[in-house]
């Protein structure tokens, strides 16, 4: 297994763009977020989705969309880029919602925006 | 609304030493607790997990302890090597309508010189 992938690696984009993060688990896990971290912080959680199709807002949803059409694919959107978006993004699953499963996470999408 | 608190923020020690990482967290109704490891400009990895009703968790040199009635766990990283420097950041689950959201402490980046 790949566990959780995330593409692109890197990405710098002037204020007003816009771009999608990708992320994929091959783990058949129902459950996925996605997190971002700012420098010397601890991560805050963005958007998650429980299962394809439902999706809900986290504690720094403002200026991003999320989607789940499929089990294995949860993409991040950002609309228009601000300066304040600038961050490393990562992306986790979980099998289910339970005590013991814990969350796996992507290698991270660094992101800056100019 | 939880809080994650991770002492000391930084720690330096030599190689060989014994160390005790805290994290504290506000709200004890959690279902579980995670610590990760992430070395720079790279994601998390999972150390340990443990669940609500555990008291500890032991992988090769590392012991996490979880006290939820005082909101309290820590991570014992008994003789500490050079690779052992990277940040620890933990994580608590909340359960009930969370969905298995985690909400991050700040980390505590640890060096261990040679």
């Known amino acids: 297994n790949a566990g959780v992938t995330q593409t692109p690696k890197f990405r710098i984009l002037k204020i007003g763009q816009s771009m999608t993060l990708q992320c994929t688990q091959d783990?058949?896990?129902?459950?996925m977020y996605w997190y971002r971290q700012d420098p010397g912080m601890g991560l805050k959680l963005i958007y998650y989705?429980?299962?394809?199709?439902?999706?809900d807002k986290g504690e720094v949803p403002n200026g991003y969309n999320v989607s789940r059409s499929t089990t294995e694919d949860f993409p991040l959107r950002l609309e228009l880029a601000a300066p304040s978006q600038t961050s490393v993004y990562f992306c986790?699953?979980?099998?289910?919602?339970?005590?013991?499963?814990?969350?796996?996470f992507g290698p991270g999408t660094r992101l800056t925006v100019l | 609304k939880q809080e994650v608190t991770q002492i000391p923020a930084a720690l330096s020690v030599p190689e060989g030493e014994n160390l005790v990482l805290n994290c504290s967290f506000t709200?004890?109704?959690?279902?579980?607790l995670q610590w990760f490891r992430q070395d720079p400009g790279k994601g998390l990895t999972s150390l340990l997990l443990?669940?609500?009703?555990?008291r500890e968790q032991t992988s090769g040199r590392l012991n996490a302890s979880l006290d939820k009635s005082s909101g309290r766990s820590t991570l014992y990283i008994a003789a500490s090597q050079p690779g052992d420097s990277a940040t620890y950041l933990c994580?608590?689950?909340?359960?009930?309508?969370?969905?298995?959201?985690?909400?991050f402490g700040q980390g505590t980046i640890l060096t261990v010189h040679p």
């Open positions: 443990i669940q609500s009703s555990q």
């Open positions: 989705s429980v299962g394809a199709g439902i999706t």
């Open positions: 986790a699953s979980t099998l289910r919602y339970g005590a013991a499963n814990e969350q796996f």
């Open positions: 783990m058949n896990h129902n459950y």
């Open positions: 709200d004890s109704a959690i279902y579980n």
């Open positions: 994580a608590v689950n909340a359960g009930g309508t969370s969905y298995g959201k985690l909400t």
